[in-house]
């Protein structure tokens, strides 16, 4: 949207770009793993020291599971089927979706505001959960999954991609993010990015943007 301010044209958001994990749902290894190790210490030490979220994100980045957890198993040959459970059973590390976020989706939707997406997400594992999900992910226009683009956020290559996927100028769109480097990333480029707390406060700047009433 085009507004003019005198001879200067002023270029307004009317599109919003979401982050999914830890915005629309919450996500954590523990989820998936506390229901398949009894002992609070030895989950605490394989989360930490096995299943590392550097170890999750090459699969954001775009290499497939069974090279990273093949990899993974050469390294702690004793916990071999708690790593091959990764894959098969990686929704279960996807926990509710967050409180009032999927209705700001529905609001936000129902108003007409184009809705997207740049998710840090495996190309494999991404398809199955989204499946999962139609009556939400059905709403948006376009999603750009990491793993399939082999860039992830905070490169500002996969916003550039997303921006020319999505038909935007970055003062078109804003974004959420729950991390403070995405979100920073996004800022640089010219998008005005949010960094998530909680459904009332990102309601508060939608409004701001007069995208949707507080």
Known sequence: MIAAVGDRPVVRPHAVIF?????????????????????????????????????????????????????????HPHHADLI??????????????????HAVVEALDE??????????????????????????????????VSGEERMVKPDPAIYHLALARFGLQPGEAVFVDDNPANVDAANAIGIDAHLFRDAPSFRAFLAEHELLAA
């Not at 999914?20 to 989950?43: C, K, Q, S, T």
């Not at 699969?59 to 198993?73: M, P, Q, V, W, Y």
Request: charged share 25%; no cysteine.
């Open 111 to 144: 108003a007409g505001v184009p809705l997207f997406a740049i998710t840090n997400f495996s190309h494999e594992f991404f398809p199955p959960f989204r499946a999962e999900w139609p009556e939400l992910f059905d709403r948006f226009r376009n999603i750009v």
């Open 19 to 75: 982050d999914i994990g830890n915005v629309l749902f919450h996500w954590d290894p523990r989820f998936l793993y506390e229901r398949l190790i009894d002992d609070d210490r030895a989950l605490d030490a394989f989360v930490r020291e096995v299943v590392t979220h550097d170890w999750h994100f090459q699969h954001d980045a775009g290499r497939n599971f069974a090279d990273t957890s093949a990899e993974l198993i050469a390294a």
């Open 84 to 101: 091959a459970a990764w894959g098969p059973r990686f929704n279960e590390s996807v926990g509710a979706p967050v409180a009032g976020m």
